[in-house]
Nanobody, 128 residues
Framework: QVQLVESGGGLVQPGASLRLSCAAS????????MAWFRQAPGKEREFVAV????????GYSDSVKGRFTISRDNAKNTVYLQMNSLKPEDTAVYYC?????????????????????WGQGTQVTVSS
């Protein structure tokens, strides 16, 4: 499995921007679709965004579409989540995940069980 380490979380005010990073190691990074999930206190983990092996295709949850952008740099083994116009309801622990599935259709559905590797998470708090 690939090892994942997230960074970039923090405390920001509503309307601000933040960029999360996830560094991967241990396997060929371009063999994996990468995704971001989040989990708020007392809530289930939810899908945020996903990106294909080469980065040509992406998918987003309705709650972040138009505000968040997922990208990847395969030369740096890193996936990013640019978060703009942050809202208090975006407050959560954000997790990076990797899937070795060969099916984009499966991956873009955002089902957590398709992703076998997970990072430890990074806290994002949006509050005034």
């Amino acid at each position: 499995q690939v090892q994942l380490v997230e960074s970039g979380g923090g405390l920001v005010q509503p309307g601000a921007s933040l960029r999360l990073s996830c560094a991967a190691s241990g396997r060929t990074f371009s063999n994996y679709c990468m995704a971001w999930f989040r989990q708020a206190p007392g809530k289930e983990r939810e899908f945020v965004a996903v990106i294909s092996w080469s980065g040509t295709s992406t998918g987003y949850s309705d709650s972040v579409k138009g505000r968040f952008t997922i990208s990847r740099d395969n030369a740096k083994n890193t996936v990013y989540l640019q978060m703009n116009s942050l809202k208090p309801e975006d407050t959560a622990v954000y997790y990076c995940a990797a899937s070795a599935s060969a099916s984009w259709k499966l991956v873009v559905a955002g089902t957590a069980s398709v992703f076998a590797s997970w990072g430890q998470g990074t806290q994002v708090t949006v509050s005034s």
